[in-house]
């Protein structure tokens, strides 16, 4: 199945229901305590019809869309990294008495998921999770096992959210690669449909389940201008033009001490970046003392223990904290993987609440770059 085709409403149910029967448990958008977020589906009447997001810097409000789009808004506070490298798992336990423990492992939890609706910005966030955690030196076993058995049902945006920008990173907003089927939706008129692209053999195995007629050229090039229109509607840009090496030079910039008076440190841009990917361990034990477990969780640089040692925090003040996150993200991640830390996605300024804005701090930082150019 070389050439596009469509599907209509009941066809995208249809699909759901094959890749239920194929194994997969189905995730994908939904609305829950006022939010577009990521949890399990059973048909399209789970997915978030009619509704759209409006984002900006601390800003993430549901509206109702006047037609019956399913995918009409942007990312959320999700990503798909809470399926694949999760927020807390076990690690093992133990069970024992008088310093004599057994040590009983973790049975690796291999779920097939079945991933709907993922954006461009996303399938290059999970490349880029790809490089740390199985083409790196260390492979993390339960992202290996449930990356390699995930099913890619990507969506074409056609919108972008006030804090995208994708375009900037060379991210999107058209999904190139990874993806078994990739969906631009379409509404014409009183004409609901999805022009499907298949990019697997197994994206093609399940379209032959799933009702599909082949694509017309009108069709094709509709969707085409959707995707388009939406590159033309970034709320954001980022000039990127020797970002690191501006990073790297202004270690010390004043702006850094501005951007620590609004602050928080409250992590929420690292849990919701879906690159960011360090973790912890912690060790609990129960009150009998003959029980003890070892959990991993989800991490940010922006805790006070993240970098502790031996006599205190390596980055005790919030100032090196960002500066930490935001050096890391743009810049050392490209000596340490070879790539932006960063897709565009906009998460970590619409779940900022004090709505720092990295599009607009970096231009700060330039802006004074130039300045002290032009004067010496
Ligand atoms: S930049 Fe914003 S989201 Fe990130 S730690 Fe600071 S206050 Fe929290
Ligand atoms: S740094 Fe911000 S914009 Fe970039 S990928 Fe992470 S959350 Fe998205």
Redesign the pocket.
Known sequence: MNKSVTIDREGLNQLISVLNGMGFQVVGPTVRDEAIVYEKLESIKDLPEGFTDEQDGGVYRLKKRKDKSLFGYAVGPHSWKKFLHPPERRLWQADGEGGDFEIKPEKLDATKFAFIGVRSCEMHAIAIQDKVFINDKFVDPVYQVRRENAFFVAVNCGQAGGTCFCVSMNTGPKVEAGFDLALTEILDNDRHYFVVEVGSEQGEACMEQVTHKLAQNEEVTLAEKVVKETAGQMGRTLDTTHIKELLYENLEHPRWDDIAER???????TMVCPTCFCSTVEDVTDITGTHAERWQKWDSC?TMDFTYLHGGEVRASTKSR?RQWLTHKLASWQDQFGSSGCVGCGR?IT????A?DFTEEIPKIRDSETQTLKTS
Do not use: G, K, Q, V
């Open positions: 602050c928080l440190s409250c992590a929420n841009c922006f960002y970590c779940w900022c609440p004090p720092i």
